[in-house]
Nanobody, 118 residues
């Protein structure tokens, strides 16, 4: 079992910044060796990929709408993954979820709400 707990969401004005955290726990689970993802789901829309980090942080992928504004990183000692979000736009409003997989089992956090006002 892997547990993921997100935090850091909130209400921010357009142009502002937030940093989301995803703390992982579970027997023998380490973010250092896992592929960790961030997804988001806006009201009335499907869940969409935002960013991923893998292979010891050597590879980072971003969805086009967030490139240049969001940065994914990890702190292996804290077993935590972060999503730094800058220059936020109203269209970034969504519930943000942390995700990983172990074998064929996918794990999701409970989500954290991000609301960007115009």
């Amino acid at each position: 079992q892997v547990q993921l707990v997100e935090s850091g969401g909130g209400l921010v004005q357009a142009g502002g910044s937030l940093r989301l955290s995803c703390e992982a726990s579970g027997r023998a689970f380490s973010v250092a060796t896992a592929v960790m993802n961030w997804f988001r789901q806006a009201p009335g829309k499907e869940r969409e990929f935002v960013a991923a980090i893998k292979w010891g942080s050597a590879v980072k992928n971003y969805a086009d709408p967030v490139k240049g504004r969001f940065t994914i990183s990890r702190d292996n000692a804290k077993n935590t993954v972060y999503l730094q979000m800058n220059s936020l736009k109203p269209e970034d409003t969504a519930v943000y979820y942390c995700n990983t997989a172990r074998g064929t089992q996918a794990y999701w956090g409970q989500g954290t709400q991000v609301t960007v006002s115009s």
